[in-house]
Nanobody, 119 residues
Framework: QVQLVESGGGLVQAGGSLRLSCGVS????????MGWFRQAPGAEREFVAA????????HYADSVKGRFTISRDMAKNTVYLEMNSLKPDDTAVYYC????????????WGQGTQVTVSS
């Protein structure tokens, strides 16, 4: 019911910033929680941030708290991940995901966008 398309990844120097976008389409996604995950080579996929589409409440992984900001633009049907003070260990493929608010598992996933932070 939900389709997600990420964009905005790229190469950035340590200390720099990137803004990822996730275009959301489908029906009744207002009932969903949107999340960002990332996966580095050889590592498991890890949670980064999440936002409730309806009320904009947010949650962040400790590793990105204070540096990353997740937000949504209801008019543009887009979720953003503003990444500041980037570190080389932020390098990963970043995925946009969605789940029902009351569910525990994310079931809709985008294709991913590569973020590479050079030292």
């Amino acid at each position: 019911q939900v389709q997600l398309v990420e964009s905005g990844g790229g190469l950035v120097q340590a200390g720099g910033s990137l803004r990822l976008s996730c275009g959301v389409s489908g029906r009744t996604f207002i009932r969903y929680t949107m999340g960002w995950f990332r996966q580095a080579p050889g590592a498991e996929r890890e949670f980064v941030a999440a936002i409730n589409w309806r009320n904009s409440s947010t949650h962040y992984a400790d590793s990105v708290k204070g540096r990353f900001t997740i937000s949504r633009d209801m008019a543009k049907n887009t979720v953003y991940l503003e990444m500041n003070s980037l570190k080389p260990d932020d390098t990963a493929v970043y995925y946009c995901a969605a789940r029902e608010v009351v569910a525990l598992r994310y079931v809709y996933w985008g294709q991913g966008t590569q973020v590479t932070v050079s030292s």
